[in-house]
């Protein structure tokens, strides 16, 4: 159990004014990649200068630790289900190993990112996180991409859907659906170069040794 005598009103003092506020929702099985690739690129935004940066954070439905697939513990920074959450700019899931059966069946997260959806600017995922908000009744009428992998079973799920294949990510709206691994960064890149222009993206993808153009990347912008 997670020893922890900060209120959700203590947590709030890591969310600084003037800023875009991401959450990341985590749980059980979580991919580390999925998660810190974005994780990484949004929270450098805190060292460039003339811009709006992001606070970064993870929400889940306990503060107990959270263990990834590779055994990584977590220590959510708020629970969705009982705290007093911050107003949510970008929602970004990560993949986790029951985002394809058990975790489509958690009414409560999906509600969750369902009502989340409705009030962020953006809504991003990676890897089997799309499934996530297919699901939630998220991109009923929105292009998207996942998991190269599960592009197959993605389709028979979800059959009323546009699903691309063979791209990084797709952006449709709000949504911007990803392939994930290591794939992650650049989604995330994008969202920055969208937000912030080239000149900044590419000081993040430099600081993080990326090799960054968006010119050169598979990816389809609907609107």
């Not at 705290?83 to 929602?91: F, N, Q």
Request: glycine share 6%.
């Amino acid at each position: 159990m997670r020893v922890d005598s900060e209120s959700s009103t203590d947590r709030y003092e890591n969310i600084k004014e003037g800023r875009y506020n991401v959450a990341f929702l985590i749980m059980d099985g979580t991919f580390n990649t999925e998660l810190t690739a974005p994780y990484d690129i949004f929270h450098h935004t805190i060292f460039r200068d003339s811009i709006k940066p992001m606070n970064v954070f993870m929400v889940a439905n306990t503060l107990d630790p959270i263990t990834t697939f590779e055994g990584i513990k977590l220590l959510p920074n708020f629970n969705y289900l009982v705290d007093s959450l911050p107003p949510i700019d970008i929602l970004v899931v990560p993949s986790a190993e029951g985002h394809l059966d058990k975790d489509l069946r958690d009414t409560l997260m999906l509600n969750f990112v369902k009502s989340t959806a409705q009030s962020a600017q953006f809504v991003t995922s990676h890897c089997d996180g799309a499934f996530v908000l297919a699901e939630a009744g998220l991109l009923q009428d929105i292009e998207s991409t996942t998991f190269p992998g599960d592009i197959t079973t993605y389709r028979e799920r979800y059959p009323s859907q546009v699903i691309h294949d063979s791209v990084l990510f797709v952006h449709d709206g709000k949504f911007i659906t990803s392939a994930g691994g290591a794939k992650s960064f650049e989604a995330a890149l994008y969202l920055c170069e969208f937000l912030y222009g080239k000149s900044i993206a590419d000081q993040l993808a430099s600081g993080l040794v990326i090799d960054w153009d968006l010119s050169s990347i598979s990816y389809i912008k609907v609107k």
